[in-house]
């Protein structure tokens, strides 16, 4: 029993001492329980506290990034600005001590400090810069890596050969680059050194660092982008002020000489109207001649200037295609055949003739070929051909016409052709050329068929002549039809030519067969005989003998003589064909001037007119297709002219006065203000530029003061026209705008005047104004005192003018 109250006690005190070694294990356990909590919850704070302190470094590089996004100084301001900006807010961002942007210039092989910004000193400061020769390590990370990243500075492979020279003065230790790339190569580098402990650059500042390194890469595109466009907005601004300064100086240039070719021009023009012997007038031809050459050589600078800076403009408008271009040719004439050449015109009878464009433009084309054609053909014929090429069915477009001058001269090489339209470009350029020239005719022509849409070409072979051709668009009016169908009245002509040239006799066949007439071709004189008595012995209708100018056998003055001196012909309506300069010396013929004669080159409607005049008398003067030197319809009026140059005074009183005209001089602006004031004038002929006050003020005041005046009283405006030697169509708008009502360019011709007047002023009856008009006064002294002081001019000649 003691043994087994002992076990039991025994067993009591096992439970006990269990008890309590569980409870020390509850306890020892619950304590390492609550240290391994408290040592978690250390380890969660610490973690929590780097969270909260990531999370402040990327609101703090987001708000740098949202700052530098939205500031304007980055895009406005200029690069060195830009770097100021980014280097201080990325050192505050990272907490660094120093910021740096840097760019490479490829070829120094070089890095140059944009800007260095101190935060602790919050200084910004250039720096020195980086070559490769001194640092090629370094430099070929820069290039090959995208971030160089390092704890220790000194010790790092990338930049350990900056340790000595960049580093250690400047106590960093570490560091972080992020080179900025354009299209794979190195531009640049954003820099940040750490000044104490080592420091490990967190993942979120390595990515906030390349961030700065992409955005100076839009920056430097951005500035550089906006440099070229300054650049090319500087370029564009200097060369619009080169071309204003260059249309200036063309516009003051054209002023310059057409005043004093104004001169030349119409003193030569009245003094060919005066009793002048044949070596005289010779010599004044030759002067007037010259002057027209150096005003066409003005006016191609002066149109290739214009369509140069695109201020050529192309109107549209109403006009006869046939009647432009053998009117073109009939100006031309002259020249040719005092050349001894043949010029014809052939336009056939399909080409519509009632077209719309620029007929200005098309008679400036064909004259510049026409003329050269003229001046480097020696012997042989100059023609012109116009032709069609109607739209195909379907096609609504304007019909193109094709018009050809073709020559006998001696023929352009490929090499020449090749720079033929080029400006300032000739096929002989050469000191010892034959011809001259600018060298922007043909320039002006190829520009002005492109502006109207068309195109222009040449063919040519040495030896064998050229040929220039341009081809147009031309929209056809509304109603326009032939010109002429065959005429049943006019076929009953039977016509007989002695025509001995083969190219006028093709024109001449092609011609009547439009007409219904068939002719008779002779290329003697005793064929074309034989062939009118045979028409005579036929009976049908009225005869009519087309007699041109030379033949092998006789001249057409011994076939005349042949055709006159036979009673049998005395039924034979005779129509002469007559060069254009020989047409004065034919209508003085004592014994055939009488006869109707149509000039060369032959023009469709004059040649029409002439054979229908038949119809009623063989004896017919046709009148002729040329201005007649007679008597000009004369015009009454007083008129103020407005100049300020001595010897265009008196040429504008000289043409007046042979006009009919009543004038006054006035020599400022001011002078037509108060004269225009004190009399009344039927037009005022106003200079645009003159001392004291120019035209265009006067003008304004003139205009002024007849709006004052013009309150209650029937008082009408008076016209006035521009004298300008500018020739431009701003020149002309200006002169509108200002208060003038039309436009007369120096140098201008009495024709040109006359025409003008006429427009604003009734023509006046002859027998009212057959004595020659006095000029006022005051004018006549004025011109007196002019006359003296410039060449002597014999003033009974100038009275001879009618």
């Known amino acids: 029993r003691r043994l087994a109250d002992q076990v039991a006690v025994a067993l009591t005190n096992s439970r006990a001492i269990e008890s309590r070694v569980r409870a020390q294990v509850e306890l020892v356990g619950a304590v390492d329980a609550k240290h391994q909590a ?58 660094v001590e120093r910021a740096s942007i840097w760019i490479f210039a490829a070829p120094a092989r070089a890095l140059y400090c944009l800007d260095s910004y101190e935060r602790s000193l919050d200084r910004h400061s250039p720096e020195d810069k980086l070559t490769r020769t001194l640092y090629p390590h370094y ?125 030349v021009i119409g003193m030569t023009e009245i003094l060919a109207r005066t009793p002048l012997s044949e070596t005289q007038r010779h010599y004044v031809e030759t002067i007037h001649s010259s002057g027209d050459t150096l005003l066409t ?32 040719a009939e100006q031309l004439a002259e020249r040719a055949q005092r050349k001894g050449l043949q010029l014809l015109v052939l336009y056939e009878s399909s080409v519509p003739t009632a077209v719309l464009g620029d007929p200005t433009r098309i008679r400036q084309i064909l004259t510049n ?22 739209p195909q069915s379907g096609d609504t477009g304007p019909p193109t016409i094709t ?93 007989c030519a002695a025509v001995s040239h083969p190219p006028t006799r093709d024109l001449l066949t092609r011609y009547l067969s439009n007409w219904g007439l068939t002719c008779r071709m002779a290329g003697t004189g005793a064929e074309f005989l034989e062939q009118v008595m045979d028409e005579l012995a036929t009976e049908g209708g009225q005869v009519i003998a087309l007699v041109d100018e030379t033949f ?45 004669f149509v000039t060369k080159p032959l023009r469709y409607e004059a040649l029409y007119l002439a054979l229908q005049s038949f119809l009623d008398s063989p004896q017919v003067v046709v009148p002729q297709p040329s201005p007649s030197p007679a008597r000009s319809p004369r015009v009454t009026g007083r008129i103020l002219v407005a100049e300020d140059n001595p010897v265009n005074q008196e040429i504008a009183l000289l043409m007046l006065e042979s006009l009919g005209c009543t004038a006054t001089i006035a020599q400022t602006g001011q002078e037509v203000l108060d004269t225009a004031q004190k009399t009344r004038y039927d037009l005022i002929l106003m200079d645009c530029q003159m001392p004291v006050m120019d035209g265009f003020e006067a003008t304004r005041r003139i205009r002024d003061w007849e709006a004052v005046i013009g309150n209650g009283h029937s008082h009408h405006p008076i016209p006035i026209i521009a004298l300008t030697a500018h020739a431009s169509p701003e020149d002309r708008e200006h002169c509108l705008a200002t208060g003038m009502n039309d436009y007369l360019s120096k140098p201008f011709t009495r024709e040109g005047l006359q025409q ?43 009275s001879s003018i009618t």
């Open 38 to 95: 408290e040592e978690r919850a250390d380890v969660l704070q610490a973690a929590n506290q780097s969270l909260e302190a990531k999370k402040e470094r990327l609101r703090q590089q987001q708000s740098a990034m949202l700052a530098l996004v939205k500031d304007r100084t980055v895009y406005e301001g200029s690069l060195g600005e830009t770097a100021r900006q980014v280097t201080a807010t990325a050192a505050q961002a990272l907490t």
């Open 139 to 263: 430099f070929d990370a820069l290039e090959r890596e995208s971030l160089l990243v390092a704890a220790q500075a000194e010790q790092d492979e990338h930049f350990k050969e900056l340790a000595t020279g960049v580093l250690a003065p400047r106590l960093v230790t570490s560091r972080l680059d992020a080179p900025f790339k354009t299209n794979g190569e190195l531009t640049g580098v954003v820099s940040f050194e750490h000044v104490g402990p080592p420091r490990d650059w967190a993942l979120d500042e390595q990515q906030f660092a390349q961030a700065l390194a992409n955005f100076m890469t839009l920056v430097l595109e951005a500035t550089r982008r906006g440099e070229a466009e300054q650049a090319l907005a500087m370029a564009k601004n200097a060369a619009e002020e080169a071309t204003k300064a260059k249309a200036e100086f063309l516009a003051n240039m054209s002023h310059e000489i057409r005043t004093p070719m104004n001169g």
């Open 297 to 328: 050589l003005i006016n191609d600078i002066l149109d290739f200037s214009k369509i140069e800076a695109g201020k050529l403009d192309i109107e549209t408008t109403a006009f006869d295609l046939r009647e432009v271009v053998e009117r073109t």
């Open 369 to 390: 070929l026409m003329s050269n054609a003229i001046k480097f053909t020696q012997q042989g014929d100059v023609s012109l051909r116009v032709t069609v090429d109607r």
């Open 403 to 495: 018009l050809a001058v073709s020559d006998t001269g001696s023929g352009i090489s490929p090499e020449g052709q090749a720079k033929l339209f080029q400006s300032f470009s000739q096929v002989d350029g050469s000191s010892t050329r034959v011809h001259g020239g600018t060298g922007l005719g043909l320039s002006i022509c190829k520009q002005l068929s492109e502006l109207m849409g068309g195109t222009i070409g040449v063919q040519s072979l040495i030896g064998q002549g050229s040929t220039f051709w341009v081809t147009l668009p031309f929209p056809l009016q509304s109603g326009s039809g032939a010109l002429h169908a065959p005429d049943p009245l006019l076929a009953s002509l039977r016509v």
């Open 552 to 596: 092998t056998d006789m001249t057409d003055i011994q076939l005349l003589h042949a055709l006159a001196s036979d009673s049998v012909f005395a039924s034979v309506g005779i129509l002469r064909l007559v060069s254009f300069i020989r047409r004065a010396d034919v209508e003085q013929e004592p014994l055939f001037g009488h006869m109707p």
């Open 756 to 798: 003008m007047l006429l427009s604003w002023l009734q023509p006046g009856p002859m027998a009212q104004r057959a004595g020659q008009i006095q000029v006022e006064k005051a004018s006549r002294e004025a011109a007196t005192t002019l006359v003296e002081a410039s060449a002597a001019i014999d003033r009974q000649a100038w």
